[in-house]
């Protein structure tokens, strides 16, 4: 086998467990207590496709706005139980 066959299978490897986790972080998304987990799952996702693409010689954006979108979710999530505890004291 020649080192750029041993490379794209490594890198078929890498991809798929990128995308295996990036949909169990999604999914943790789903219930609050695992919530920054799957948030810290999926932003490491977003930084290893990020280094994937500048590898390639790409830079794209896209990574740093799925991250901000991932923040923000969580964060709007949280917002209404604390005005809910607020508003009942």
């Known amino acids: 086998m020649s080192a750029a066959r041993i490379l794209a299978a490594y890198r078929a490897i890498f991809v798929a467990l990128l995308?295996?986790?990036e949909i169990a972080g999604a999914l943790?998304?789903?219930w609050r207590r695992t919530q920054?987990?799957?948030a810290a799952?999926?932003?490491l996702v977003f930084a290893g496709a990020q280094v994937l693409s500048a590898i390639e010689g790409e830079y794209p954006?896209?990574?740093l706005q799925y991250a901000a979108s991932t923040l923000l979710i969580v964060l709007l999530d949280r917002t209404?139980?604390?005005a809910d505890t607020a508003a009942s004291f």
């Open 80 to 82: 209404p139980s604390q």
């Open 28 to 30: 943790m998304l789903m």
């Open 61 to 63: 954006t896209r990574f």
């Open 41 to 43: 799952a999926l932003l």
């Open 19 to 21: 995308a295996a986790v």
């Open 36 to 38: 920054w987990v799957g």
